[in-house]
């Protein structure tokens, strides 16, 4: 990685950690910028799948709604307490990826696209006939996740910074993951799957790791979510939910995890801002997506690149 | 014997690939394996590599049957191979494409936080490796700029990187202009008392001065094999495929 590289997710960093303190401080701010970052994560994970093995998930969403539903059904147990939460929550999340995974990641291409949004979709309407959790209508946490016995992530600021902090980890962790030499097997994978194989490379068992860590992350996110919203309902686990993280990593440029990043924060600002703007903000943002993918063939990141 | 080949039979629907070939090739020796397009050549380098399984018959590499590895394990194995259209990572340098390769056979790939690149141990065993193939000055260009020819060597240092014991080269002179295909052919020459090497390859008078064996395979069946002076001297081989010309 060159500093060229690093500046960009550096600066966003930066500002997203005086952003509090710089005229973002009020509850509707935070909450946004929250919710941008727990995305961010979200994408970042999945960009270790898209732009790390080149495989095209649809179901990324099942990942997150996995995280969010362990703090449900922890939450419905009376564990709150996070070094519980947070380790059983990853571990779940990461089964699941691996569970899907190991019989999504024998296809490629089309089929893979299929397979992980029927595994989406199973996760949905499996998280809609949990009446014991709400089923449709969800399930409203009576309190956040707890940190040694505190109520510390109930502080505004507090869950600000611990979001960026866990970001933080996300990008450097994916961005170590694909400069080390498993991340070499997966992007060379990636780019002539005959000639790994050739050196003496099976990719189906790091696509399959790969999925798996993507996976965990994206269980953390999900704890995140639930603990921002202090709500969690099968919307989550949409394949609507799992587009939009996909857009997201397109719109950035699938080169690396600072371009999901960009596309996360991109896409929830923008969208947030247009929803101010006019309730039929729909209208406006799926023509201003096309016309991203239309005109910005390298994503944010490519035109950083070029700028 | 380095490789044996026992029978091999693989068939397309109703088209022939490869109908009964057996072969051996010994260590130290090119083997090399003409014959007119669509005689089956590429269908048994992909057979004996493990890209495609035969219907029938047996690949023995250094004693062991192959024939149900997978592509990978037969690489591990020290069954390198290049193929008839260059395979290389184009988004890695020239560098990184050896690397990748010596790095598949020097521990673990499951390590997920030293930064692959900075291996001083991957790095200097690949560009020996470049070097071999007059390569190393090019090492940090990504290989997609390569030319036609310096991807042939690239090639050349991937599978030389592999260690192997067994090289399958399929058209390595293939589209190299004059100068390229030459230092090519020292190359392969100079690879010879080291590696066991079957060679596919049209150009004739390269075959020639290389080979310590010939086979002609045509239709599918291997039609002759010998040395080179009984294959110039074979009058089936001269009629199927050599022509007056080439043989003279």
């Keep these: 990685m060159t500093w060229r590289d690093a500046a960009v997710p550096l600066a966003i960093f930066a500002l997203l950690a005086i952003a509090p303190f710089a005229g973002f401080g009020q509850g509707h701010s935070l909450t946004l910028l929250a919710r941008a970052m727990i995305f961010g994560m979200a994408a970042i994970s999945l960009s270790l799948i898209v732009g790390g093995a080149g495989l095209v998930s649809l179901g990324h969403a099942a990942m997150l709604g996995v995280g969010a539903y362990t703090v449900v059904v922890l939450d419905h147990a009376r564990i709150t307490e996070g070094w519980m939460v947070v380790p059983i929550a990853i571990a779940a999340s990461a089964a699941f990826a691996a569970v899907t995974g190991a019989i999504a990641i024998r296809t490629s291409g089309v089929h893979f696209i299929m397979i992980t949004l029927a595994f989406g979709q199973m996760a949905f309407f499996a998280t809609s006939s949990l009446a014991l959790y709400g089923g449709d209508d969800g399930y409203t946490l009576y309190s956040r996740t707890e940190l040694f016995g505190t109520r510390a992530l109930e502080g505004r600021l507090f869950f600000h910074f611990t979001c960026l902090a866990l970001l933080i980890l996300c990008w450097a962790l994916v961005q170590a993951l694909l400069a080390s030499r498993f991340g070499r097997v997966l992007r060379a994978a990636r780019e002539n799957e005959t000639r790994a194989r050739a050196v003496g490379f099976e990719p189906y068992r790091y696509r399959l790791v790969a999925y798996a860590i993507a996976g965990a992350i994206g269980g953390l996110a999900g704890v995140l979510l639930a603990n921002g919203t202090e709500f969690v309902a099968p919307a989550y686990v949409t394949w609507q939910r799992s587009g939009d993280l996909l857009f997201m990593v397109i719109l950035g440029g699938a080169a690396g995890p600072h371009g999901a990043l960009m596309g996360a924060l991109a896409f929830i600002l923008v969208e947030e801002w247009l929803a101010h703007v006019t309730e039929h903000w729909r209208l406006i943002f799926g023509p201003l997506l096309i016309l991203c993918v239309y005109y910005m063939r390298g994503g944010i990141a490519g035109l950083l690149r070029r700028g | ?248």
Excluded: C, W
């Excluded at chain 2, 494409?97 to 997920?112: D, I, T, Y």
């Design chain 2, 1 to 248: 014997m380095l490789l044996e080949l026992r029978h091999l039979r693989k068939a397309f629907g109703g088209l022939v690939g490869t109908d009964d070939v057996s072969l051996d090739l010994r260590q130290g020796e090119i083997h090399a394996l003409i014959g007119p397009n669509g005689a089956g050549k590429t269908t048994l380098i992909h057979q004996i590599s493990g890209t495609l399984a035969p219907d029938s018959g047996q690949v023995v590499f250094a004693g062991e049957d192959v024939t149900r590895l997978s592509l990978a394990r037969r690489a591990r194995r020290g069954l390198a191979r290049s193929f008839q259209i260059t395979s290389i990572v184009p988004g890695f340098s020239a560098l990184e494409n050896v690397a990748l390769a010596v790095q598949a056979r020097s521990g673990s790939s499951f390590r997920f936080f030293r930064p692959a690149g900075n291996e001083a141990t991957l790095n200097g065993q690949a560009m020996e490796a470049l070097a071999e193939v007059g390569l190393e000055r090019r090492a940090a260009v990504p290989a997609s700029v390569l030319s036609h020819g310096e991807k042939r060597q690239l090639e050349l240092a991937i599978a030389l990187a592999m260690r192997p014991r067994l090289l399958l080269l399929d058209e390595p002179l293939a589209g190299t202009g004059a100068e390229e295909a030459e230092r090519l052919m020292r190359i392969l020459g100079g690879l010879r008392a080291r590696y066991g090497i079957l060679l596919i390859e049209h150009d004739m008078p390269a075959v020639f001065a290389l080979a310590d064996r010939i086979s002609v395979l045509a239709q599918g069946r291997v039609i002759a094999s010998g040395t080179r002076e009984e294959i110039r001297a074979n009058p089936i081989v001269r009629d199927a495929y050599l022509g007056e010309d080439e043989a003279a």
